[in-house]
């Protein structure tokens, strides 16, 4: 048995986020005193957590390492992105990405008043860059956004092959094809470990291209008669492109709505990806000016997010878009486990309005970004590594990954080493081989839109929230058939003290029955709607004339 001396020195790598978890992806790897990241995701709350828009990494391990010497981006998707203007205080160096990431990246800083151009590296599929004793190489990959990279970390240790998120595309809309042969080549020269994303390994077979919902799309347009809305990830720049030439060619006008649609499709046609026709695009205000079978109407709200666009105009109180019996909604987007409830409310408001739905299940107007079983399998082939680590996935998924690798390295000698690894786990890598030797502090991190809300998990952000400002309980009761409002509101309050607070909390509860009024009985019977509605009401109401933000938890009673 070989004895590791005590001064040698190794590679460490720590999954920060994104394993056991879909979401929150972030990785560090340390050579002596230099650490880089891969990748600063978000993961989107569960609605039992009341108040908090994202949940982060906790950065405690960055914060013990002295920060990182580099933030490396593998792609543009919120779980890949989304915490970067909250790492960015750790990060003593360059983010490196590609032009759409930084793109997408840029309006994050701005928001956090981050000026971003000295910080923001741009760089290209085949380019290298060093970082201490780390070059990091990026490939070639394709998803469901353009400009996706895998990395080849090169260490003194051996190459770290990470795929970030992949599918594997054989006809991209933007003809920018995953480049198989540089895998195959670091595959044959010898890579040390392959971090793979695991997401997909539970489906059979290959997934298909974007180019499949084509056929779908063509369908759609040709038998809607009236106005056709269409949801999607504002990510979805492909998807975009794709509804984009059929509107051109069915002669429809086409509008975005939502701001991350807005936004995204904005930063997209600037930078060459998204290329729309002249006289085709139209704003949002200008939908009510032409005919309803003359616009499509790309809307955000997939997830069936309270306040997105899709969102609003099911209940029927989006400003420029009101559906009727001719029209049709596609919902074109795969359910992130979790909010299938929230998604069928909003179908079912939108099939009151007389529209017809049309989702995954009944047309295929969607395909997924990430590689099937079949793909996982050709990945784990062409590099060959050492040492796997199935990353990106449930405990479950990252298990089915280990048992394919098995299968697919069955006979060969010596067959590649599985770790298995969880969020925390300190894995190293040296001359004598690689082993999970301990854990490191990981955790969660729950944000607010105020910026101000970072706590480390849910138990303290709730006593801190509640010890400084209180608990205010407003209770409504509102008839279940009707929608009309019974009695007056009462708002109930623990640790909440104001001066004069009795006149503020009949304030108050004046102003919940104003926002009852302006409200359909559709909202008000959709506890959901209506409950999220008065939190943020009641919550800005407060803030406002008391400078406070207690926790605010509405009750609905149904009569």
């Known amino acids: ?40 995701g978000v993961m989107f709350p569960d609605p ?78 085949r380019d290298r860059v060093s970082i201490g004793p780390f070059s990091v190489e990026f490939i070639r990959v394709t998803h469901s956004v353009p400009d996706c990279v895998a990395l080849a970390i090169h260490t003194p240790a051996g190459v770290v092959v990470h795929t970030g998120d992949f599918k594997i ?41 974007e180019r499949e919902v084509i056929e779908a799309f063509e369908e759609i347009f040709t038998s809607t008669t009236g106005r056709l809305v269409v949801a999607a990830f504002a990510s979805s720049i492909y998807r975009m492109q794709i509804l984009v030439d059929l509107a051109a060619q069915f002669d429809r006008k086409v509008a975005f709505l939502g701001r991350g649609m807005m936004q995204n499709s904005e930063i997209a046609q600037r930078l060459g990806y998204l290329r729309i026709p002249a006289g085709t695009q139209i ?35 989006h400003r420029s878009v009101k559906l009727g ?34 989702y995954e299940g009944i047309k295929h107007v969607h395909v997924s970004g990430h590689g099937s079983e079949e793909e996982l399998k050709l990945m784990l082939s062409l590099v060959k590594p050492r040492y796997f680590v199935p990353v990106h996935g449930e405990y479950r998924h990252l298990a089915q990954h280990a048992r394919i690798a098995a299968r697919v390295f069955a006979g060969r000698e010596p067959r590649p080493e599985v770790l298995l690894a969880e969020n925390g786990d300190l894995l190293q890598f040296d001359a004598i081989g690689a082993r999970i030797a301990g854990k490191v502090p990981v955790g969660r991190i729950l944000i607010d839109g105020t910026l101000t ?11 801190r929230h509640l010890s400084e400002d209180g608990l205010v309980v407003p209770v409504i009761a509102i008839n279940k ?38 409200t359909s009985v559709e909202e008000r019977t959709d506890q959901g709607l209506i409950k999220e509605k008065l939190r943020v009401e009641l919550r800005r109401f407060l803030r406002k004339r008391s400078g406070r933000r207690p926790f605010v938890l509405p009750v609905i009673m149904e009569i």
């Open 325 to 358: 019996p001719e029209d049709t909604v596609v919902i074109s987007a795969r359910a992130i486990p979790g909010n299938e409830k929230t998604i069928g409310r909003v179908m079912n408001h939108i099939a009151r309005r007389g529209a017809e739905v049309i």
């Open 481 to 518: 058939q009707t929608g009309a409002l019974e009695g007056v509101p009462e708002i109930i309050t623990r640790g909440f003290v104001m001066e004069d607070g009795q006149a503020l909390l009949a304030d108050g509860a004046r102003m919940l029955i104003e926002v009852i009024e302006h």
């Open 48 to 125: 039992e957590l009341l108040g908090v828009d994202k949940i982060i990494p906790d950065l405690t391990y960055l914060q013990q390492k002295g920060g990182a010497a580099a933030l490396v981006l593998t792609h543009g998707h919120e779980d890949h992105i989304g915490a970067v203007p909250h790492v960015l205080p750790y990060i003593n160096g360059p983010v490196y990405g590609t032009p759409l990431t930084l793109a997408l990246v840029e309006p994050k800083l701005l928001e956090h008043g981050i000026d971003g151009r000295q910080t923001l590296v741009r760089v290209r599929p």
């Open 169 to 209: 595309d054989q006809t991209p809309i933007d003809g920018e094809h995953f480049d198989v042969h540089r895998f195959a080549e670091l595959g044959s020269a010898g890579v040390l470990a392959l971090f793979a994303d695991s997401t997909n390994i539970d489906r059979r077979g290959f997934t298909g291209s």
């Open 453 to 463: 809300g970072e706590v480390a998990d849910e138990v303290l952000r709730d006593r």
């Open 283 to 317: 704003r949002d205000t200008d939908v009510n000016s032409y005919p309803a079978q003359d616009v499509l109407c790309l809307a955000t709200g997939s997830q069936g997010e309270p306040m997105a666009a899709l969102s609003r105009i099911a209940i029927d109180d």
């Open 1 to 40: 048995m070989q004895v590791r001396p005590a001064h040698a020195r190794m590679l460490e790598v720590v999954p920060l986020g994104g394993l056991g978890e879909f979401g929150m992806n972030m990785l560090a790897l340390s050579w002596g005193e230099t650490t880089i990241v891969v990748d600063a």
